[in-house]
């Protein structure tokens, strides 16, 4: 029953993975076109960052695929970098925004798109938890966790965009991206410090 059990755990950890990848690049696309189109650098930045969100899943994958606790050192690494390319490109992408005083366009869309991503990540960054507590797996926890994140910045995000929307705060979409960048930092040094 219990080889059962992490057969059964593995395929659900492996599921998730996929549908993570899947949603990060239909979200990755959607989010840089309508960035380059609205001359918002925190929808473009996070659109970017679906990449390096793909890249994680990606390795969750082999590790979840080769499962020794060498593949999962390398791994924890590899998303703790993940975290850290993410933030470098983020906040000086920002700060260049502020500095020249880019005004992004008002975006309805963006505000949909970032208000589903972050409820999908939500509760997708949810089941990799279970499922990594009951499987014991690093990885997958460290997963769960850059899910969060992601949900995180889905957030900081919306809220620059809501509010270069409603109240033509531009400077807000530039400031929730320096935030964000500083989150995923912190979060990239953890994992691999």
Request: aromatic share 12%; charged share 15%.
């Amino acid at each position: 029953m219990p080889q059962r059990q992490d057969t059964k755990l593995l395929k659900r950890a492996l599921l998730l993975e996929y549908i993570t990848i899947g949603w990060n690049i239909l979200e990755g696309i959607v989010c840089i076109l309508v960035g380059i189109s609205t001359a918002s650098v925190s929808l473009l930045a996070y659109g970017l960052s679906s990449g390096v969100e793909i890249f994680a899943s990606g390795v969750v994958v082999w590790d979840l695929k080769g499962a020794n606790k060498q593949r999962e050192k390398i791994a924890l690494k590899m998303i703790g970098f993940s975290y850290i390319i993410v933030a470098v490109y983020v906040f000086f992408d920002a700060i260049r925004s502020l500095l020249e005083g880019n005004h992004p366009d008002r975006t309805y869309i963006g505000i949909l798109i970032l208000s589903c991503s972050a409820t999908a990540m939500i509760i997708i960054g949810a089941a990799k938890y279970v499922v990594g507590k009951k499987m014991k797996s690093a990885t997958v926890l460290a997963d769960a966790k850059f899910t969060y994140v992601d949900a995180a910045l889905s957030l900081a995000v919306l809220t620059g965009l809501a509010f270069n929307t409603i109240f033509g705060f531009w400077w807000m979409d530039p400031a929730m991206a320096i935030f964000l960048a500083g989150f995923a930092f912190r979060e990239g040094l953890r994992e691999i410090l």
